[in-house]
Nanobody, 117 residues
Framework: QVQLVESGGGLVQAGGSLRLSCAAS????????MGWFRQAPGKERESVAS????????SYANSVKGRFTISRDNAKNTVYLQMNSLKPEDTAVYYC??????????WGQGTQVTVSS
């Protein structure tokens, strides 16, 4: 079992930046690929970004490519999502996930990001 706690969400104007953090419990953090998903009102959850166990490989949804950066610090059991040039359509609840076989296995409770126009 892995517990995930997100932080860093909030209200920001369009064009602004936020950095989300996700702290994971347990001593096996470095053995998991990690990711961020989001869910906007009335829409299905979608994958935003993912990162390999070592951080050497990352991937992004086309909608955030070039604006968002995922990173991790295995010494701190933490994964980050740096979000720049935010748009109103980025408004959503953002979830940190543990990926097993490319599929989310564990989810955090989510953190709200609201981008005003």
């Amino acid at each position: 079992q892995v517990q995930l706690v997100e932080s860093g969400g909030g209200l920001v104007q369009a064009g602004g930046s936020l950095r989300l953090s996700c702290a994971a419990s347990g001593r096996t953090f470095s053995t998991y690929a990690m990711g961020w998903f989001r869910q906007a009102p009335g829409k299905e959850r979608e994958s935003v970004a993912s990162i390999s166990r070592t951080g050497g490989s990352t991937s992004y949804a086309n909608s955030v490519k070039g604006r968002f950066t995922i990173s991790r610090d295995n010494a701190k059991n933490t994964v980050y999502l740096q979000m720049n040039s935010l748009k109103p359509e980025d408004t959503a609840v953002y979830y940190c996930v543990v990926l097993v076989g490319g599929t989310p296995r564990y989810w955090g409770q989510g953190t709200q990001v609201t981008v005003s126009s």
